[in-house]
T-cell receptor
Framework: AQKVTQAQTEISVVEKEDVTLDCVYE???????LFWYKQPPSGELVFLIR??????QNEISGRYSWNFQKSTSSFNFTITASQVVDSAVYFC????????????FGPGTRLSVLP | GAVVSQHPSWVICKSGTSVKIECRSL??????MFWYRQFPKQSLMLMAT?????????EQGVEKDKFLINHASLTLSTLTVTSAHPEDSSFYIC???????????FGPGTRLTVL
C-alpha cells in the first residue's frame, strides 16, 4: 500500500526565513510519481511540482527547491526567503505509474509566514 | 494548460435534499475522473474513481447509493449527494486524468454546507 507522511503538522516562520517541509513516502512500486501541491485559504490546489521516480535530480524554481532522495524515500520541499503569500497548507502526494491513478495525499503541513 | 472546472463553487442546502456537483475538463478529454472529499483541516481522501461510460469504483467506506457518480461524457462527471445531512458538509474536489501528460488535474473544489 502507498503512504505519504508529513510529520510537520504546522510550521510558523518569520518572513524571509528559509523553511523546509518534509515528506516521506512508502511504495512497493519501482516506478511512481511524487507531487507537491499548495492549498491556499481559497481551497484550490495549486500544482507545484511532479517528479518521476527515475529522476533524482534536485530541482530549483525561483524560491522553491526540492530534494528527492530515493535512499531515504524522502521528497522534501524548501522555500527560501519565505513570504507572507507562502502561507498555505502544503500537500505531498504519491501516485503509481498507471497514468496517475492511485493518488495518495499526505496529511499536509500548514505553513504560516509571519510578517 | 489543462483546466478543470467545478460547478457550483459553493452550495448550501437543507438536510434531506440532494445536491449535484459538476466536474468538467475544459480543454482535454478525460477518460477517468476522480472525486475527493476534504474535511476541515484534513487531507484529501479519494472517494471514487469515475470512468467514462462505466460504473464508478468507490473506495472502502464510501456509500455508493449516497454519492451517485455519473461520467456520461469524456469531459463531464457529476457527483450527486443524495439526502444530504450535516455530516456530508465538506469540500469536494474533482480531478481529471489526461493520458497525454500522464497526470491528474484538479478542479477548484465545491464547498458543501448542509444545514
Amino acid at each position: 500500500a502507498q503512504k505519504v507522511t508529513q510529520a510537520q503538522t504546522e510550521i510558523s516562520v518569520v518572513e524571509k526565513e528559509d523553511v523546509t517541509l518534509d515528506c516521506v513516502y512508502e511504495t512497493r512500486d519501482t516506478t511512481y510519481y511524487l507531487f507537491w501541491y499548495k492549498q491556499p485559504p481559497s481551497g484550490e490546489l495549486v500544482f507545484l511540482i511532479r517528479r518521476n521516480s527515475f529522476d533524482e535530480q534536485n530541482e530549483i524554481s525561483g524560491r522553491y527547491s526540492w530534494n528527492f532522495q530515493k535512499s531515504t524515500s524522502s521528497f522534501n520541499f524548501t522555500i527560501t526567503a519565505s513570504q507572507v503569500v507562502d502561507s498555505a497548507v502544503y500537500f505531498c502526494a504519491l501516485s503509481d505509474h498507471n497514468y496517475g491513478q492511485n493518488f495518495v495525499f499526505g496529511p499536509g503541513t500548514r505553513l504560516s509566514v509571519l510578517p | 494548460g489543462a483546466v478543470v472546472s467545478q460547478h457550483p463553487s459553493w452550495v448550501i442546502c437543507k438536510s434531506g435534499t440532494s445536491v449535484k456537483i459538476e466536474c468538467r475538463s475544459l480543454d482535454f478529454q478525460a477518460t477517468t475522473m476522480f472525486w475527493y472529499r476534504q474535511f476541515p483541516k484534513q487531507s484529501l481522501m479519494l472517494m471514487a474513481t469515475s470512468n467514462e461510460g462505466s460504473k464508478a469504483t468507490y473506495e472502502q467506506g464510501v456509500e455508493k447509493d449516497k454519492f451517485l457518480i455519473n461520467h456520461a461524457s469524456l469531459t463531464l462527471s457529476t457527483l450527486t449527494v443524495t439526502s444530504a445531512h450535516p455530516e456530508d458538509s465538506s469540500f469536494y474536489i474533482c480531478s481529471a486524468r489526461w493520458r497525454v501528460t500522464d497526470t491528474q488535474y484538479f478542479g477548484p473544489g465545491t464547498r458543501l454546507t448542509v444545514l
